[in-house]
């Protein structure tokens, strides 16, 4: 792929006219693109990449990315370290329907409602914004963590259910912040990596923060225990007593693994505890997280 005056340098030659017509074609079926450090300006030439699907750009001085609308099988985009200070509308966001990582740390962000333009995003799990003015404005994670629902890490943390249900006090091990939490989901780029290394990187980024929710969101604990009583009781008529063990404990080993008596001892430190707010109502929960209102009385 060529860059700058390059490419209308072939463009308005007749001598190349038709090599820049193939070369234009081919660009329709790139799926993974890696111009890091190159001091690029543009990225008109992403226009014909429409099954581009892993897409990195970044330490270069690009200021627009509205060439990128076309790109919809989009994965994962990395933009961080450019000169970005405005994100496209709306509709340029809910056009990237299987965006699921997006790095944009490192750039000029100022303004806290251009940022909330990524609520149109589908399904963004994680989101980079560090190193942005727009990082140290006041509520700037919590404006984000409850506008932008499909999203579940933001920065070097993952989302904790305090963040998203509104006077909610949780123990010290479920708070926002905890080290349990924590997760980089944004390594440095490594020389010399493939399309199949970015796509196993990046079902292992999903995969982890998936692990990390599973494991301390207290919302996804109950409803872990929602599902076991409700398979319990809708096989008891059809299966015998060892039928049932059975059954039920290689349901749970596709579950994730709780050691046996924490999850009792948990609820009772969660909601039987005098100065817990139990009157606290969940927002809304999307993608296998969100979408769950509970009254605690």
């Known amino acids: 792929m060529f860059h700058g005056t390059i490419t209308k340098e072939l463009t308005s030659h007749e001598e190349w006219s038709h090599y820049n017509d193939n070369m234009i074609e081919d660009q329709k079926d790139f799926v993974f ?9 543009s ?3 992403l226009q014909s990449c429409i099954s581009l699907r892993v897409c990195i750009f970044s330490n270069n001085f690009i200021t627009d990315i509205h060439p990128l609308q076309s790109c919809i099988r989009l994965v994962k985009l990395d933009l961080h370290g450019n ?3 405005s994100l496209p509308d709306t509709k340029f966001w809910s056009g990237l329907k299987k965006l699921k990582l997006l790095y944009l740390h490192d750039n000029g962000f100022a303004k806290l409602k251009n940022i909330c333009m990524l609520s149109a995003c589908p399904s963004l799990i994680a989101l980079t914004m560090f190193d942005c003015p727009v990082s140290l404005k006041k509520g700037y994670r919590h404006v984000l963590v409850n506008s932008i629902w499909p999203l579940k890490a933001l920065d070097h943390h993952v989302i904790s259910d305090e963040e998203i249900i509104q006077n909610w006090h949780l123990p010290e091990r479920f708070r926002a912040y905890n080290h349990r939490l924590f997760f980089n989901f944004c390594p440095a780029l490594k020389k010399g990596s493939t399309y199949g290394d970015e796509i196993n990187n990046i079902k292992y980024i999903v995969s982890k923060i998936n692990e990390i929710l599973a494991h301390n969101s207290p ?7 929602i599902r076991g009583f409700l398979v319990r009781k809708k096989m008891s008529p059809l299966l015998h007593k060892k039928d049932q063990e ?7 080993t596709k579950w994730t693994f709780i050691p046996k008596g924490y999850e009792d001892s948990l609820f009772k430190h969660l909601f039987l505890q005098p100065e817990t707010n139990r009157t606290g109502k969940l927002a809304h929960w999307k993608h296998g997280k969100k979408k769950l209102w509970v009254n605690f009385h």
């Open 33 to 41: 693109v890696k111009f890091s450090g190159l001091h690029l300006k």
């Open 43 to 45: 990225m008109e030439n």
């Open 83 to 85: 000169q970005i200070k």
């Open 219 to 225: 919302v996804l604990i109950v409803q872990r225990w």
């Open 246 to 252: 059975k059954f039920i404990g290689e349901c749970e």
